[in-house]
């Protein structure tokens, strides 16, 4: 793979648009992203923390933006070093900056309600229809199945910023194809991921391949970006997949970096995690700062220890970049910029403590009950109305009035579903752009409670 074709700022469905002089397209894409109304929806949906329990944690919104802030720091530097190295031409370590802080903003942006464990009770809601299937469920093609029953928010994020948001089936936000790259973390559709054993995967290089990273309506719009930037292209069989874009993985490692980091902060803040625990855990990340912090209060201790870890999570993704360059390049690198750097057992062992005292807190695990319980009823909430749709040849119009009330008043998006496949869609848009509260809300109301 090459720079000259990895920074292209083509944008997606709109090639004939002009840089402006001052502004360039990449700054122009981070500007789309921040001011969407799904990257605003960010705000209300959870981290890891609960919301409802506490104003002063993380959410999705704030995190992205440090993640967007710590991804271009990286991006920076790397830029400088392919430019000392004239592997880039000056002024575009600029350019790899720009990239990665517009794909940080986005990179949660297809996340549903509750964290992770929303993605969870999506994929078994629809398990659960898929199992002795009858309906519209009965009527989808079975290789489309897996990208409901394990619904992925990567690929559902790719959806919106390049198809539903503004320019609706026309390209989405039309972002530069370079930030779609630099977006797209697992580079594979999920009929794929399932056809293909990890391992022979990991045999033939790295390809992001935990999870799939595409559904199948988007698949064609993501061709088109990676033959553009000329990602190295694998077909085994009828399957094809993507290396991953360069930039992905300083996209991953500034997220590696904040959530490992800032998830420590949240925890000592809510007072699931005592100090000393904390600090110790930052402290050694922090390469044992020397400084007098006798002066400080705790809170401000762990915000100094929170500041310096990061500093040198960066100086680790930098030197792992530079350490891996030629594989990173050749889609064969195999690990993550913080597992591959020196800082890799300290960050390990954040990820241990984070598995065994934060992930399995009471209110986390309050919050995830519930948060199950509130996705699958308003899932089978607004069922009735597409299997009404289905039923009547898709026809809008042939709705009943309980079901144009029930569209009125939750502003379902019934626009263009004429299959099944869009009608799942259509639903899963609905529940994944959903705020936690608002998720709530939705749920009584149809439940009547």
Known sequence: MEWSTLLSNERLHDPKYSEQVNRSIFTQDYDRIVFSEPFRRLANKTQVQPLYEHDHVHHRLIHSIEVGSVGRSLAMAIGQWLVEHEIIDKGEENSLANIVQAA??????????????????????????????????ADLDPILQEEFCAFEGNAQGLRIIARTEMYRNDGGMRLSKAVLGAFMKYPLSAATKKDLSDLAYKEDGYFGGKKFGVFNSELPLFEEVAQTLNLTKVEVGS???????????????????????????????????????????????????????????????????????????????????????????????????????????????????????????????????????????????????????????????????????????????????????????????????????????????????
Not at 111 to 121: I, K, L, M
Request: hydrophobic share 40%; with cysteine; glycine share 6%.
């Open 104 to 137: 940080c903003a986005a990179h949660d942006i297809g996340n549903p309600p509750f964290g992770h464990s929303g993605e969870n009770a999506i994929g078994e809601w629809f398990l659960e229809k898929f199992t002795n299937a009858k309906g519209m469920f």
């Open 239 to 449: 399957n094809t997949w993507w290396r991953r874009h360069p930039l992905v993985f300083v996209v991953e490692a500034a997220d590696d970096i904040c959530y490992n980091i800032v998830d420590l902060e949240d925890a000592f803040t809510t007072g699931e995690l005592q100090f000393d625990v904390v600090r110790q855990a930052l402290f050694d990340l922090a390469d044992k700062p020397n400084r007098d912090t006798s002066d400080m209060s705790e809170a401000e201790q762990i915000a100094y220890l929170r500041a310096v870890a990061i500093g040198k999570g960066i100086e680790n993704c930098l030197e792992a970049f530079k350490a891996n360059y030629s594989a990173i390049m050749a889609g064969t690198f195999s690990q993550s910029l913080v597992e591959a750097g020196k800082l890799s057992k300290q960050f390990e062992e954040i990820k241990d403590l984070s598995k065994k005292r934060i992930f399995t807190a009471r209110r986390k695990t309050e919050l995830e009950v519930s948060g199950h319980r509130i996705i699958g009823n308003v899932l089978s909430g607004i069922l009735p109305v597409y299997e009404q749709l289905a039923t009547n040849n898709w026809d809008r119009k042939s709705l009943d009035d309980h079901s144009k009330q029930v569209e009125r008043a939750l502003l379902l998006d019934l626009r263009g579903i004429s299959n099944v496949e869009q009608a799942l869609h259509s639903m899963a848009d609905f529940i994944s752009g959903m705020t936690d509260r608002y998720a709530l809300r939705i749920s009584r109301m149809l439940s009547g409670t």
